[in-house]
Nanobody, 116 residues
Framework: QVQLVESGGGLVQPGGSLRLSCVAS????????MGWYRQAPGKQREWVAV???????NYADSVKGRFTISRDNAKNTVYLQMNSLKPEDTAVYYC??????????WGQGTQVTVSS
């Protein structure tokens, strides 16, 4: 049974930084692309950053140059370093497979709030 557990969110001022972590279990982590997604109140969930099994990365235009995705296959963990945070980055952040071929269940997510 696949389980994804996100952590690292919190309240941060505009311009601040946070590092999110997501630990995966029940899947062969190293062979899958992984992504970070977010959902703001009243909006649909969107992807923000993805990393392939080989380490190639891609970012949504809204976060390019500010966010960095990375992975540690030995720890079954994917990270999202978020710098220069803006109020519009406020959302619940989730990780999951990318693309979502296997429809793994979503975790509980981690809340990121950017506010002064």
């Amino acid at each position: 049974q696949v389980q994804l557990v996100e952590s690292g969110g919190g309240l941060v001022q505009p311009g601040g930084s946070l590092r999110l972590s997501c630990v995966a279990s029940g899947m062969i982590f190293r062979i899958y692309g992984m992504g970070w997604y977010r959902q703001a109140p009243g909006k649909q969930r969107e992807w923000v950053a993805v990393i392939s099994s080989g380490g190639s990365t891609n970012y949504a235009d809204s976060v390019k140059g500010r966010f960095t995705i990375s992975r540690d296959n030995a720890k079954n963990t994917v990270y999202l370093q978020m710098n220069s945070l803006k109020p519009e980055d406020t959302a619940v952040y989730y990780c999951n497979q990318y693309p979502r071929y296997n429809n793994y269940p979503w975790g509980q997510g981690t809340q990121v709030t950017v506010s002064s």
